[in-house]
C-alpha cells in the first residue's frame, strides 16, 4: 500500500512558476514509476509528466513539454514537479500517481495510487 500527499499548489499570475511535491509512504518508493495528472473542470484526466522507477526516463505531454520538469528523490521518497512559464490554460487540479511497473505508464489506468490533488490556478 502506498500514500501519496501532494502540495505545493495555490495561486500564480500567469508567466510565474510553482513546485509541486508529492510526498509517498512505503518503502518500496523506488520501485514505483510515478507521475503527474492534472483535471480542468469539465476535463477528463490527462497525463502531464511521468518518470521511471530510477529517473532514468521521462515523459511530458506535448501541452507542457519545455515548461514542466519532473524529477524524484527516491531518499525522501518524493516526486516533484517544478513547473514554469505558466498559463491560465494549466488551472487544474494536479494529482500524483504511483505504478508498480518498470514501465512508465502515461494513461491513467495503469496507475495503482493517487493523491487527493493540489490546485493550480493560473490568472491571466
Known amino acids: 500500500q502506498v500514500q501519496l500527499i501532494e502540495s505545493g499548489g495555490g495561486l500564480v499570475q500567469a508567466g510565474g512558476s510553482l513546485r509541486l511535491s508529492c510526498a509517498a509512504s512505503?518503502?518500496?518508493?523506488?520501485?514505483?514509476?510515478m507521475a503527474w495528472f492534472r483535471q480542468a473542470p469539465g476535463k477528463e484526466r490527462e497525463f502531464g509528466a511521468g518518470?521511471?522507477?530510477?529517473?532514468?526516463?521521462?515523459y511530458y505531454a506535448d501541452s507542457v513539454k519545455g515548461r514542466f520538469t519532473i524529477s524524484r528523490d527516491n531518499a525522501k521518497n518524493t516526486v516533484y514537479l517544478q513547473m514554469n512559464s505558466l498559463k491560465p490554460e494549466d488551472t487544474a487540479v494536479y494529482y500524483c500517481?504511483?505504478?508498480?511497473?518498470?514501465?512508465?505508464?502515461?494513461?491513467?489506468?495503469?496507475?495503482?495510487?493517487w493523491g487527493q490533488g493540489t490546485q493550480v490556478t493560473v490568472s491571466s
Open positions: 512505503g518503502r518500496t518508493f523506488g520501485s514505483y514509476a
Open positions: 500517481a504511483a505504478a508498480f511497473t518498470r514501465m512508465t505508464p502515461t494513461t491513467a489506468g495503469a496507475y495503482d495510487y
Open positions: 518518470i521511471s522507477w530510477s529517473g532514468s526516463s521521462k
